[in-house]
């Protein structure tokens, strides 16, 4: 029996009657809106309901002019409001205003590891495509990062479920917050490009529901996501535009899905199925749109009964609700495109990306006060990230390169001089025989950064890829770095004994002989149109680099799990996904296989000190929830951020287990000298594995160990709690 004091009681007797009647509110605004679609729909011909379910150009499906509906238009994301196109043509639509901020790749935003960022990234989406009338934003896009070729691995964010599903929600409820829907996309096991239109992903249930899904999940149950975008290929057979499994029985019936499902563009092959099976708006690229299976066939299919109205009418209320949270909604915010703010959200979201993968020789931050002069070397210094290859890109309002950046911080205190270092060969437009000759170095601007390096006291190589080397629709061939990039590297590094790598890319390369070689290793991203400062800010010292590597890097490709076993791309379209679980590092750490750089890991100018680990209780119920205390002290003479991990063990088990897990973890900043007492909280019921045999989650009862760390590999306290049934 638990007694209350009179006073306490009354408190939360207020606090119960706020609730219930918060959500009796609730559902009795979600009822009223009910009956209005209900009322709206039955004023609709069949045509008119028709007309909703199918592009009529690139990027809007039907409106009911007639009853005020309006089109439902959308556009890309992720990397920001893609610059306006034709009505029905990919070309630019020229106009002037529709430069936008270049916000951060996924895999920027996941290294931040700071749920708060990918929050402000999703608000400053939500107002730019306001700006612009964009109802639904295509994004965020979070699929798993599976296998380190995949060419959008930039756009996605992480390897890792738990990571992926913090942030998406985030960024979905940034969005939303501007009565604008998030397409959260793609729905679902879109891992590689390479035959993305064609190939069967078979993966068992378990790693479906515990790798691929729950960021989908989140977004949906804890987000909101008003739509969701199915993803090109086939999931265990079934197309994801047509996949009755993945769209209405988990999506629709088990996570309790309200909005509408998006197809991907010409990622629907069929009517009846696709119309049965789940999907509500065919989207595509070109006409003859009343041609489309959501179009005419599909006016035919139902009056020949194989699509009912009742389907039909779903699919439009479906719609309705999604509109009647944006764009019909009441007071729809004007919105604002490129504003400090905004400028400031992509700024503080790519310096806390950055990630220091070495500092030897304490030559960062730089020493501003003696360095008079720097070579700045590389094609990377001077480009811009925004635009490039296949996928969705930003006309940004303006982006900072790394050499700006540079200049405009020290550009008064040093001589500042560039080099070419390397030609950027690759069009993602060309097929791999035509790009040939792209990997090879260029010895005249070799010499030339050499004889540049010789002469300045400090030389900072700006190398790794860019927008047409990562790209929709193909995957890279090895994780080798192009255009000759290390022949540069190693001229470079003999030349001058203060040579610092900077490498910018979205996703995991091959450093090995950098790692060996050099002291001094920066890693940035695609990181938007204050990249340039961010990057600057970093180097010397005013930001603390915090950014912590959101997949591992494997030592070689053959270690990661998918080659491994050699299941990718796959033979005859069919990639068997026969690591299971073992994504990531659950497949690295479980086989003991070490990685280049491992998950979670990330340097700073200053060192934490973890100590006292402890928990609420020895033993939980599976409805509890675990409370874990460690102390964390900045014993370096800078402030600086901290990502405490908290990853979760279990020796012993009925089922197969990875070696750990990530299940907590919290970013702060803490103080030179002081120590912050850092509180994670593990539901009980976030240990559970997906049992298969009785379609469920189940927690094992026994001993699990908490493992906190500052990476996957640097566990730095443990503690042990026992799980009981009962
Ligand atoms: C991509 C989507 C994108 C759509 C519209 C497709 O090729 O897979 O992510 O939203 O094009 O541009």
């Not at 629907?268 to 005419?296: C, R």
């Not at 390397?422 to 000759?437: D, P, V």
């Not at 170095?441 to 070799?446: G, K, T």
Request: contains cysteine.
């Amino acid at each position: 029996m638990i007694y209350l004091k009179p006073q306490k009681c009354l408190m939360a007797c207020a606090v119960l009657l706020f609730f219930l009647s918060n959500s009796q509110a609730q559902s009795k605004a979600d009822l009223n809106l009910d009956q209005k679609i209900t009322g709206v729909i039955k004023k609709m011909t069949l045509e008119e309901k028709i007309e909703m379910l199918h592009g009529n150009a690139l990027f809007s499906s039907g409106g009911v002019k007639r009853l005020g509906i309006p089109e439902l238009t959308c556009d890309d994301g992720p990397l920001g409001v893609r610059e306006e196109v034709l009505r029905f043509d990919w070309k630019s639509a020229n106009w002037t205003t529709d430069s936008a901020t270049f916000l951060p790749n996924g895999s920027a935003i996941a290294a931040t590891w700071n749920p708060a960022m990918a929050r402000q990234y999703g608000v400053v989406l939500g107002q730019e495509a306001n700006a612009r009338k964009k109802i639904v934003m295509l994004a965020p896009a979070f699929n798993i990062c599976r296998v380190p070729l995949n060419g959008r691995t930039y756009e996605y964010y992480s390897e890792d479920p738990y990571l992926n599903a913090q942030l998406a929600v985030q960024a979905v409820k940034g969005i939303q917050s501007q009565n604008v829907a998030a397409c959260v996309k793609h729905y679902a096991v879109n891992n590689q490009e390479v035959n993305r239109n064609t190939v069967n992903a078979i993966v068992d249930e378990r790693a479906l529901r515990e790798i691929y899904l729950p960021a989908f999940q989140a977004a949906i149950q804890e987000g909101n996501a008003y739509t969701i975008m199915s993803a090109y290929n086939k999931v265990n057979g079934r197309w994801c535009s047509e996949n009755e499994y993945l769209l209405n029985t988990i999506l629709k019936k088990e996570w309790g899905f309200k909005g509408a499902v998006i197809s991907d563009w010409a990622g629907t092959h069929n009517t009846v199925a696709a119309a049965n099976a789940g999907l509500d708006i065919e989207m595509g690229s070109s006409g003859p749109y009343d041609q489309w299976y959501f179009a005419k066939p599909l006016l035919a299919a139902v009056k020949a009964g194989k699509v009912s109205v009742k389907t039909i009418d779903e699919k439009v209320r479906r719609i309705l609700w999604v509109m009647y949270h944006t764009s019909m909604s009441a007071n729809h915010p004007a919105g604002s495109i490129s504003t400090p703010a905004h400028n400031k959200a992509a700024y503080n979201i790519a310096s806390e990306s950055i990630v220091l993968l070495k500092n030897d020789k304490f030559l960062l931050p730089l020493k501003t006060k003696s360095i008079k002069s720097i070579a700045v070397i590389g094609d990377n210094a001077t480009r811009t990230f925004a635009l490039g290859g296949f996928g969705a890109g930003v006309k940004a309002k303006y982006e900072i390169t790394a050499l700006a950046g540079l200049k405009n911080k020290l550009g008064k205190t040093a001589d500042i001089r560039f080099a070419q270092g390397y030609r950027a060969n690759w069009l993602a437009s060309k097929t791999l025989a035509q790009n040939e000759g792209y990997d090879k170095p260029d010895e005249a601007l070799i010499a030339e950064a050499v004889a540049l390096a010789k002469t300045t006291d400090v030389a900072i190589l700006f190398i790794g890829s860019n927008r047409e080397y990562e790209s929709e629709g193909n995957d890279r061939k090895d994780l080798s770095l192009p255009f000759g990039e290390q022949a540069l590297v190693d001229a470079v590094t003999k030349a001058n004994a203060n040579t610092i790598i900077v490498v910018t890319a979205g996703a995991p390369y091959d450093l090995n002989k950098i790692k060996k070689n050099n002291h001094t290793i920066v890693w940035s991203w695609f990181n938007g149109s204050e990249g340039g400062n961010a990057l600057a800010d970093v180097l010397t010292g005013k930001i603390n680099p915090s950014g912590k590597l959101p997949f591992t890097f494997p030592a070689a490709l053959k270690d990661s799990p998918a080659f491994a076993l050699d299941t990718y791309p796959g033979d005859n379209m069919t990639a068997p996904y026969k690591e299971g679980i073992l994504v990531g590092y659950r497949w690295f750490d479980t086989k003991k296989i070490d990685p280049l750089y491992c998950f979670g890991y990330g340097l700073s100018y200053t060192n934490f000190n973890y100590a006292g680990i402890k928990t609420d209780k020895k033993a939980y119920l599976p409805n509890q929830q675990v409370t874990v205390n460690v102390t964390v002290k900045n014993t370096g003479a800078v402030d600086g951020m901290e990502t405490v991990q908290l990853y979760v063990s279990k020796a012993k088990s009925v089922v197969e287990k990875p070696e750990k897990e990530l299940k907590a973890f919290k970013k702060l900043m803490i103080k030179s000298g002081q120590t912050a007492n850092v509180v994670l909280r593990v539901p009980v019921q976030s240990l559970a594995y997906y049992n298969v045999k009785n379609k469920s989650w189940t927690v094992e009862p026994g001993q699990y160990r908490l493992l906190a760390g500052t990476s996957s590999r640097n566990i730095k306290q443990v503690a042990a709690i026992t799980v009981k049934s009962k």
